[in-house]
């Protein structure tokens, strides 16, 4: 698919991808450059806990397009690799 840039800098996200993506006017992108390429990378909504009823609940400002407990679960795992001395942490320190 092939977009144009207009004189302001900016490119129109195509219907279909928009409608794909699910996105709405507001969504904010992180943007990385390497040498002659460019990546949108979607931001997903902040979360925060609100408490209901006495039960704390992850609730967003606008609708999600992600699993959060696989989310969670993610974190979890990298986290526990990090504690257990894997996924680039090292836990030996030189003498």
């Known amino acids: 698919m092939r977009v144009t840039m ?6 129109v ?3 279909k991808v928009r409608q794909k993506l699910h996105l709405k006017p507001g969504v904010s992108f992180d943007i990385e450059t390497r040498s002659s390429t460019i990546r949108l990378e979607l931001r997903r909504p902040e979360g925060r806990i609100v408490y209901r009823k006495g039960i704390p609940t992850l609730t967003f400002d606008r609708p999600i397009d ?5 989310e969670i679960d993610l974190a979890r795992q990298e986290r526990s690799y990090i504690v257990e ?3 680039g942490y090292n836990r030996e320190f030189p003498e």
């Open 85 to 87: 001395g894997v996924g």
């Open 13 to 15: 996200i195509p219907l």
């Open 6 to 11: 207009d004189k302001a800098g900016r490119i």
């Open 66 to 70: 992600f699993d959060v407990v696989a």
